[in-house]
């Protein structure tokens, strides 16, 4: 601006008014861009959130007890899978519905195969489990399923599996006529080493027969083949039989719990065996690793004495070999001869005669039985004897008798026909036992014993003791007679002998006169010994003295 002031008459030049510039209408505010932006990432991360969310499912329980809605956690191998969202009530009130909130790395976990239980503390066949939930509190165990099908709702366990689907191992099914003391967890034992345990097991659906199912875990299930055989390891496997006392056990663990054990014959497994293959269950070890014997031949023994201490499942020998067992005992009434007899039922192996008596057998046109029979007509019995003197037990005995009866062959009995097929059965002649055979020889030796004149033989006794009396009595007048006669005089002699016995001690003393007399009597001696060595030595020097005599004896 140019000029002076108004005042001093200059000119004055006008301000021009500013000018409105109109903003763009599509540029946003500043002041916005902080919630968009902020909403842009709420957004993002409710997206990220939802796609990061796991599955939720329902699992049904008996009961809730332990359980905590916002707290209870669910584990897989103590990793933190989920969480219980809620807990619920069925509507007809007799179960809990459990909802649980999967992570979402823990999806497979909604597999409609997949397993779920609450970890308690618990004591069981295997051990106690679930220590540690008495300071941190229960949480609920997942097993994941191995389908690709999925399911929301699940079925809860009460019992924790003995084996998950992770293990590495084969199960195998055993049939027994009995659980014995077996339960879900008892182990399972190869040579003494815990190799599994039982995971299952539950009644035949006739009834007759326990099925159990066991796992053998990696690597040791390689020893499980064709040729198995598995049998009841339970509390202590005594018996007390003909051949002794025998006690097998495996461990602390199985005489309190229970367990099985299983062993090849002749350490020779065999092909592996499959999944699921099927084993029968013995009682013990020695039925288990019994020998294939072939076929069994069944023959009944007609005992006509007491069977006392035989009872079934004792053996049967044949000079100490044992071929079979005592299977039962009855008792039969004969019309005819009005007498009892005791038919022993017993089941044999002709086989366990040896190799060359099985290949004389494949060789030949009879059967068993009647091989069996030609050996009967050749003297063949059966005889009871005693196999334990301190229980007393009975077992029977085969072996070639002389003079025994020739075996005959009948039909069964209602009760054998029962127990033996509906062919004829052989029977056996049975010999007296040795304790019977005893008392014969014991009743034979009394009958003659009986025969023996016991009166004579008492009345010539009692005169020789009449004869021996007045023996006595005359030596012992005589012994009186000696007594009063010459023992006065033999106590006389004997102070004589006495008496000088003490004067020769008294002679012989050391300080009697005699010994002193005798020794200076010789010291006279040695003196003149002395002098008349010196007269000696004198005249061999000087011979002539003996005329002439000593030089110093001369005038």
């Not at 300080?511 to 010789?522: C, F, I, M, N």
């Amino acid at each position: 601006m140019s000029g002076g002031s108004p005042a001093d008459g200059g000119s004055v030049r006008e301000v021009p008014p500013p000018r409105k510039v109109r903003r763009r209408d599509w540029l946003p505010s500043l002041v916005w861009l902080i919630p968009i932006v902020a909403a842009v990432i709420g957004i993002s991360l409710a997206v990220q959130a939802w796609s990061q969310r796991g599955p939720e499912i329902v699992i049904t329980f008996r009961s809730a007890e332990g359980l905590e809605a916002g707290k209870t956690k669910v584990r897989y191998k103590e990793v933190e899978i989920g969480t219980v969202q809620s807990i619920t009530l069925s509507e007809d009130h007799s179960q809990v519905l459990v909802s649980v909130l999967l992570k979402h790395e823990a999806r497979d976990f909604a597999a409609a195969d997949s397993r779920f239980w609450v970890v308690r503390p618990r004591v069981a066949g295997s051990g106690v489990s679930g220590l540690g939930t008495l300071l941190f509190g229960a949480y609920i165990g997942a097993d994941p399923g191995g389908g690709r099908e999925k399911s929301e709702r699940f079925t809860g366990l009460e019992v924790p599996p003995i084996v998950t689907r992770d293990a590495s191992g084969r199960q195998y099914v055993l049939r027994a006529t009995d659980i014995g003391s077996l339960d879900v967890g008892s182990p399972v034992y190869y040579r003494r080493i815990k190799v599994g345990q039982v995971i299952a097991y539950d009644l035949d659906e006739d009834g007759k027969g326990i099925t159990v199912r066991i796992f053998v875990n990696s690597p040791y299930d390689r020893f499980v083949g064709m040729n198995t055989r598995f049998w009841h390891a339970s509390g202590f496997d005594m018996q007390i039989n003909a051949s002794g006392f025998t006690l097998h056990t495996q461990s602390l663990a199985t005489v309190v719990l229970g367990g099985l054990s299983f062993q090849a014959p002749d350490d020779d497994p065999g092909p592996a065996a499959g999944e699921n293959t099927v084993y029968t269950l013995a009682e013990n070890r020695g039925e288990a690793l019994r020998k294939q014997d072939g076929e069994a031949v069944r023959i009944v023994l007609d005992f006509r004495q007491s069977v006392r201490g035989l009872a079934p499942g004792a053996e049967v020998s044949f000079r100490g070999l044992v071929l079979g067992e005592v299977k039962s005992i009855g008792i039969e009434y004969d019309p005819a001869r009005h007498e009892f007899s005791l038919p022993v039922l017993v089941e044999i192996y002709p086989e366990r005669l040896g190799s060359r008596f099985v290949e004389s057998q494949r060789q030949s046109k009879y059967t068993p039985q009647q091989r069996l029979q030609l050996m009967v007509e050749r003297g063949l019995g059966a005889q009871l004897r005693t196999g334990n003197l301190l229980t007393g037990q009975m077992y029977v005995a085969f072996d070639f008798f002389p003079g025994a009866t020739p075996a005959t062959k009948r039909k069964p009995g209602r009760a054998e026909a029962a127990r033996a097929a509906p062919s004829a059965i052989l029977r056996l002649p049975a010999m007296p036992s040795s304790v019977d055979t005893l008392e014969t020889q014991i009743s034979e030796m009394a009958l003659k014993l009986s025969k023996v004149p016991f009166d004579q033989i008492g009345d010539e006794l009692r005169q020789a003791l009449a004869l021996l009396k007045g023996t006595l009595n005359h030596t012992g007048r005589l012994a009186e007679t000696l007594s009063n006669d010459v023992a006065p005089e033999i106590t006389a002699a004997m102070r004589d002998v006495s008496r000088t016995l003490v004067a020769a001690e008294r002679t012989l003393a050391e300080d009697a006169p005699l010994q002193q007399d005798v020794r200076r009597t010789l010291r006279e001696l040695a003196r003149a010994a002395a002098s008349l060595r010196v007269l000696t030595d004198y005249l061999e020097r000087h011979p002539e003295s003996l005329i002439r005599g000593k030089k110093e004896d001369r005038p």
